[in-house]
């Protein structure tokens, strides 16, 4: 009996199992429709590259576990400002019994799915370290905007933009700021526009999308979010107040991850000449000079709290401590410092 019972389970291994692992493993370190790859800590996108041609890079995961983990990350980083709605967001599943309530899900359902969907279709998140695509690419949030249900919009309209087999992650990068803000306007409109002095009337996404307009914080949430929408890790960053002076004004731009982070002007322009690119001159933007960064303190937004505590400045919110951030001052010091 113990041995048929053996026999069943091997000729189920060699004619079930089998066909399925040799299917994964003949793909690569290539997420597909039943597994998602990550690969392994501490790679670099060379290191990455040159064992994926081995077929050793990675790690495996059934897109129901990849599934199950994106929602308790997200659970797990609710920010505080989020928490008594977290129901309304779409932490506790609905009865669905009764369906003459009319209740969705809420966001992250979609977040979810299309975060998954996105890294199956784009060969260029495979290279994202797992924790980079879980809280710059997951992620459904970036400053205090309203939440909105904007990712399956901006995939479906951008994700034609970037052929998933060959484009690279800094092609996708500049594909969207080159071209997003012409398709994404509204009809008999050529693009849309930057207006300074939107924020905080008009600065999450959706709303950008039906105005047409936002300032530097609005069209860098917009930018961010399309980024995340087809798998690029994306945040905003900014200073509250140049030089440490209010009256200097403040600003917010963008950053992407591609082996570290690299910053970022949204292009909002009809103008594709213009599109600005993370391959580019630091210098050649108009604020990465020595003078910009005298006393001035520069952070990226984050999901997760970093253990020194440190806040994103909200320059139409002062005194509000609740977007966790990173304090990118050094860097920018150290970037712009030697340019004219």
């Known amino acids: 009996m113990i041995f048929r019972f053996g026999l069943v389970v091997?000729?189920?291994?060699?004619?079930?199992?089998?066909?399925i692992v040799q299917a994964i493993v003949d793909a690569g370190c290539r997420s597909n429709s039943t597994h998602v790859a990550w690969p392994h800590p501490g790679m670099t996108s060379q290191e990455r590259y040159l064992q994926q041609q081995q077929q050793e890079c990675c790690e495996w995961?059934?897109?129901?576990?990849?599934?199950?983990?994106?929602?308790e990350y997200l659970e797990q980083h609710i920010l505080s400002f989020d928490r008594p709605f977290r129901q309304t967001i779409g932490f506790v599943s609905k009865d669905h019994s009764n369906p003459v309530d009319g209740l969705a899900d809420g966001l992250i359902g979609p977040t979810i799915e299309y975060a998954l969907q996105a890294k199956i279709l784009f060969r260029y998140t495979d290279e994202l370290p797992r924790e980079i695509w879980e809280e710059y690419v997951l992620n459904y949030l970036h400053l205090n905007e309203a939440r909105s249900n904007?990712?399956?919009?901006?995939?479906?309209?951008?994700?034609?933009?970037?052929?998933?087999?060959?484009?690279?992650?800094?092609?996708?990068?500049?594909?969207l700021n080159t071209y997003m803000w012409q398709r994404l306007a509204a009809p008999g409109t050529p693009s849309i526009?930057?207006?300074?002095?939107?924020?905080?009337?008009?600065f999450d996404p959706m709303s950008v999308l039906v105005y047409g307009y936002g300032s530097c914080t609005g069209l860098s949430i917009l930018l961010a979010s399309a980024l995340r929408a087809v798998g690029v890790p994306a945040r905003v960053a900014g200073t509250a107040a140049w030089n440490a002076e209010q009256g200097n004004g403040n600003h917010n731009w963008i950053e992407v991850w591609h082996d570290g982070w690299h910053f970022l002007e949204p292009t909002a322009s009809n103008d594709k000449e213009e599109a600005d690119r993370i391959e580019r001159d630091p210098c050649e933007r108009w604020f990465c000079h020595a003078s910009r960064w005298n006393g001035t303190q520069a952070f990226a937004a984050r999901?997760?709290?970093?253990?020194?505590?440190?806040?994103?400045?909200?320059a139409w919110e002062k005194g509000n401590d609740a977007i966790p951030a990173e304090n990118r001052t050094a860097y920018y010091q150290q970037t712009c410092g030697p340019c004219d």
């Open 10 to 19: 091997s000729h189920f291994l060699i004619f079930f199992v089998a066909p």
């Open 61 to 71: 995961q059934t897109v129901e576990h990849a599934r199950r983990d994106a929602y």
């Open 150 to 175: 904007w990712r399956p919009y901006l995939f479906q309209k951008l994700s034609t933009l970037i052929q998933g087999e060959t484009t690279t992650l800094t092609e996708a990068v500049y594909m």
């Open 193 to 202: 526009t930057f207006v300074a002095g939107s924020t905080p009337l008009i």
């Open 303 to 314: 999901l997760e709290h970093s253990i020194n505590g440190t806040f994103f400045p909200l």
